[in-house]
């Protein structure tokens, strides 16, 4: 893997809740490292828009891209992409092939999404992992290039109270694989807590393997372990759901992750994934994805972030 970058596309995604999808891209934060076109949203549908105290909640869907690196071109490997389910074990710090069998477009109540060149969600594959709406390839060279994959995951449960918030789990896994496959980590049983304002996150338990930018032949399993991918304010299922930009800008990440110092220049876009997920990322070897580093970056105004 290489630092050289033409920029980092690291924003946060927005988070959506509601009875109806959002489209493609409908809604993301964009800082001046990081997100990349559309399809950031993290949704999350659920069957009955009644804010009904103690309502159970049944059969929600998660959706969500994570941030523009997550569905781009690299400068190894080929692409970045989104796979269905917990990947096994490569044995080392190298590309993914067909014949592994560690890329799934679905399993169990997990599958990823593409959008098509008419906007139209399709179950994505490993022959298009890489390749636009269009079907053109996606290139580490343009910080609008991206595929656009999302991960969806079906079947969550839950209960909403106006009074207490709302609670909804997820059964399923997702794996966020870089540079082809040199570094991957997975996500597992998600969890969208909100307090009665709002407030909360989304964790998850996070595992994967551990490797480095200066040394690809460090590779050994990380032990399991919950982390926090998103922190949200203000967010309310009462009228069936959401859509939120997570906390990114202005987020200090943790001590030596390598986060610039924040700058007139810099401040539009300054931020960081939440502090757990930055610090799991120090050991996949991917933090620099996950916040502002600087590295070649150039400034410039962020893309609206709110459908």
Do not use: H
């Amino acid at each position: 893997m290489t630092r050289s970058r033409v920029i980092e596309r690291l924003a946060a995604g927005a988070i959506a809740l509601g009875l109806v999808l959002a489209p493609a891209g409908a809604a993301f934060a964009a800082d001046d490292d990081g997100a990349g076109a559309g399809g950031l949203d993290i949704v999350v549908t659920v069957p009955s828009a009644s804010p009904e105290t103690g309502r159970t909640i049944t059969n929600a869907q998660l959706r969500w891209g994570l941030n523009g690196e997550a569905g781009s071109g690299a400068f190894a490997g080929g692409c970045n992409f989104l796979s269905a389910g917990k990947a096994g074990d490569t044995g080392g710090a190298r590309v993914w092939t067909a014949a592994d069998g560690f890329y799934r477009a679905s399993e169990g109540s997990v599958r990823v999404e593409k959008p098509d060149a008419a906007g139209e969600w399709r179950l994505a594959s490993f022959e298009n992992r890489c390749l636009d709406a269009s079907g053109a390839p996606v290139s580490a060279a343009s910080f609008t290039s991206t595929t656009g994959n999302q991960v969806v995951i079906d079947g969550g449960v839950g209960t909403f109270d106006p009074a207490r918030g709302a609670q909804i789990r997820w059964t399923g896994s997702f794996t966020v694989v870089f540079y082809g496959g040199m570094t991957y980590w997975s996500a597992s049983n998600p969890v969208l807590s909100l307090d009665a304002a709002g407030n909360g996150q989304l964790t998850a338990t996070g595992s994967g393997y551990a490797t480095s930018m200066e040394d690809m032949s460090k590779w050994e399993p990380i032990a399991p372990r919950t982390i926090v991918l998103a922190e949200l304010r203000g967010a309310s299922i009462a009228d069936g759901g959401f859509a939120i930009v997570p906390e990114y800008l202005g987020v200090t990440a943790p001590p030596d992750s390598g986060q610039v110092v924040r700058s007139t220049d810099n401040a539009a876009w300054w931020g960081s994934f939440p502090s757990s997920f930055v610090q799991f990322q120090k050991i996949t070897g991917q933090t620099g994805y996950w916040l502002t580093t600087g590295v070649n970056a150039t400034a410039r105004s962020p893309r609206p972030c709110c459908g």
